[in-house]
């Protein structure tokens, strides 16, 4: 298995990926490389500082980089030899097997779309992401590809999120919730109101109604399905906050923190644990990390996306959503 | 100055209430007077373990009891003689300046709607929420009373939110922020964007941008607009994560919890310091609390009313409307 990384995505780029790298190859199985993608003589140089390195390393040569100022559909054209291109072009051309970038989520998306291309029965691929709740953790998709989502779109979501959970995460029924502002049937706005009623009667589906915003901490459904826009308000929203409050705390203990081993407490809320957000519903293994990501989470993006390959995550979502297809016609 | 209190809204009623209402007389100006509208026999046993009850408390008999099964359009029909309708009515004929109620959100808002009436330029009637952030508090609106909102009605919240966060907060030029997915004007759903056309554009509106979930958080603005869906979403979020991070902090800190004072460390996060969620737009004042708020809650929302009502808050609120009639026409 081969997973390639842009190497030059994140805000520490590449010092963060590569380190990320090599922690994921200690941790991972031996049959799994991990091509950086990226500056050659950059690459080169921070691996310089990490000798010996492992065989399973490789570096694929990608002069150009994408920044924010890069409109994202247009990359694919205008930076065809940026690490992101490069690096999706690596997968569609059968030289990997799933790609991790820490680089502008929108170029990550929108070049996805152009090289893996979306499955057969999804029109608009999700994002997903995964959250800390009290119990385990939930999956909450779309987190911000798609705004003003119809209520197909939510159902695809719901397919894709279970398929997806269920190999990732192990659980045979998986519970899809629909985020909601109350929870009778009849609540919520138009989208909400239609996409229950499509839930409800969609096979396949373990369908457990409507959650709030307090149940996702609650642990209430494994997949909870929503339009992107208030995803990814919701998203950066608790990362925020979880921020916030460890802040507050540590501002409070000061002096006396050995008493508190605050980052044990809250690795529970700490999104670099995680491993990054999966795009969905595409041919092919993209995992978008935080630009702020430190190298844990890169090296937990590196995990779950040879999880996604050996699972053949892709293949078991792509049966789901033929299934769907060929139930709808 | 009267205010009428709702004594059988909370799931503690009307023992709740009778004690909020007694802390806020004791923290309130001689002038003030509470009306406790509910069960007579109920409220008046509760009084009776508060002797000497004060002067400025007065008990009007209200029957009925809305619950959560009640239709809320239908209350004002249905249920007449409810303290929800009873204290409303109150204000509506001049016997009392503002109403405070911890029952049935829905219920409160349409019979306010029924009772109170929209204010001229005010097609929506939203509910504004206050939220604690790392600096001064954020005035989030709408939190739940409309969703699929158009464009104009955000501009008609973002008045509103001006207008409460002048009088209630004492801010000359309240900073307005518009919810968002990206701080670039472009970013965002159909409704965001045109909005975003519509507020750069408005007069009488200090109008700072995009507001990212982050942003709540830091404190990046003292007024934030969104549709009802994703402000009711983020504030049950926000509850439930801020009670979530605290039970893992006492968890951690069992047995040896005098070293560190949680109470005072998140009072910053404690939605019942923060006084109940106003409902704006309307001719009058209505203040909605939990149905879970502790006395504590009750008596903060007893002086946010007698703070609006002092500070003319509907006066000025109509007024900005007004004069946004005018400049459209």
Same mark, same amino acid.
């Given at each position: 298995?081969?997973?390639?990384?842009d190497a030059?995505?994140?805000?520490q780029?590449p010092a /963060?990926?590569?380190?990320?790298?090599?922690?994921a190859?200690?941790?991972?199985?031996?049959?799994?490389?991990i091509?950086?993608? $990226?500056?050659?003589?950059?690459?080169e140089?921070?691996?310089?500082?990490?000798?010996?390195?492992p065989?399973?390393?490789?570096v694929?040569?990608?002069?150009?980089?994408v920044?924010?100022?890069?409109?994202p559909a !247009?990359?694919?054209?205008?930076?065809?030899?940026?690490?992101?291109?490069v690096?999706?072009?690596?997968?569609?051309?059968?030289?990997?097997?799933?790609?991790?970038s820490?680089?502008?989520?929108?170029?990550?998306?929108a070049? !996805?779309?152009?090289? @893996?291309r979306?499955?057969?029965?999804v029109?608009?691929p999700?994002?997903?992401?995964?959250l800390?709740?009290?119990?385990?953790? /939930?999956?909450?998709?779309d987190? #911000?590809a798609?705004?003003? /989502?119809?209520?197909h779109?939510?159902?695809q979501?719901?397919?894709? #999120?279970?398929?997806?959970?269920r190999?990732?995460? #192990?659980?045979?029924?998986?519970?899809?919730g629909l985020?909601?502002?109350g929870?009778?049937?009849?609540?919520?706005?138009? @989208?909400?109101?239609?996409?229950?009623?499509?839930l409800?009667?969609?096979? $396949?589906?373990?369908f457990?109604?409507n959650?709030?915003?307090?149940?996702?901490?609650? !642990?209430?459904?494994?997949v909870?399905?929503?339009? $992107?826009?208030?995803?990814?308000v919701? @998203?950066k929203?608790?990362?925020?906050v979880?921020g916030?409050?460890?802040?507050? @705390?540590?501002?409070?203990?000061?002096?006396?923190?050995a008493?508190?081993?605050l980052?044990?407490?809250?690795?529970?809320?700490d999104?670099?644990e995680? #491993?990054?957000a999966?795009?969905?519903?595409?041919?092919?293994v *993209?995992?978008? /990390?935080?630009?702020?990501?430190?190298?844990?989470?890169?090296?937990?993006?590196?995990?779950?996306?040879?999880? *996604?390959?050996?699972?053949?995550?892709?293949?078991?979502?792509?049966?789901?959503?033929?299934?769907?297809?060929?139930?709808?016609?």
């Amino acid at each position: 298995m081969r997973i390639a990384l842009d190497a030059m995505g994140s805000d520490q780029a590449p010092a /963060c990926e590569v380190q990320g790298a090599l922690e994921a190859l200690a941790e991972l199985e031996d049959d799994v490389e991990i091509v950086l993608v $990226g500056d050659r003589s950059l690459i080169e140089a921070e691996l310089e500082r990490h000798q010996p390195v492992p065989e399973r390393i490789r570096v694929v040569h990608a002069p150009e980089r994408v920044t924010a100022d890069d409109p994202p559909a !247009s990359v694919i054209r205008r930076k065809p030899s940026s690490s992101i291109v490069v690096g999706l072009r690596l997968q569609q051309e059968g030289e990997a097997d799933a790609f991790v970038s820490a680089g502008s989520t929108g170029a990550v998306m929108a070049t !996805s779309l152009f090289t @893996l291309r979306p499955m057969p029965g999804v029109d608009r691929p999700p994002v997903a992401t995964v959250l800390p709740t009290a119990a385990e953790p /939930c999956l909450l998709l779309d987190a #911000g590809a798609n705004v003003d /989502c119809k209520p197909h779109h939510l159902v695809q979501f719901a397919h894709l #999120g279970s398929a997806y959970v269920r190999d990732m995460m #192990g659980k045979e029924r998986p519970r899809v919730g629909l985020l909601n502002i109350g929870e009778e049937p009849t609540k919520g706005d138009e @989208l909400t109101q239609e996409t229950y009623r499509l839930l409800a009667r969609e096979p $396949g589906i373990h369908f457990v109604g409507n959650v709030e915003g307090r149940d996702i901490i609650r !642990s209430a459904a494994d997949v909870v399905v929503c339009d $992107g826009f208030v995803g990814n308000v919701l @998203l950066k929203f608790y990362e925020s906050v979880a921020g916030f409050i460890v802040g507050l @705390l540590r501002k409070e203990l000061e002096g006396r923190e050995a008493s508190l081993d605050l980052d044990r407490v809250f690795r529970v809320l700490d999104y670099a644990e995680t #491993g990054g957000a999966p795009l969905l519903g595409v041919c092919g293994v *993209a995992i978008i /990390c935080h630009g702020e990501s430190p190298p844990k989470a890169i090296r937990n993006a590196l995990k779950a996306a040879a999880r *996604a390959v050996r699972s053949d995550m892709v293949k078991h979502s792509a049966r789901e959503l033929a299934a769907t297809i060929k139930e709808g016609s």
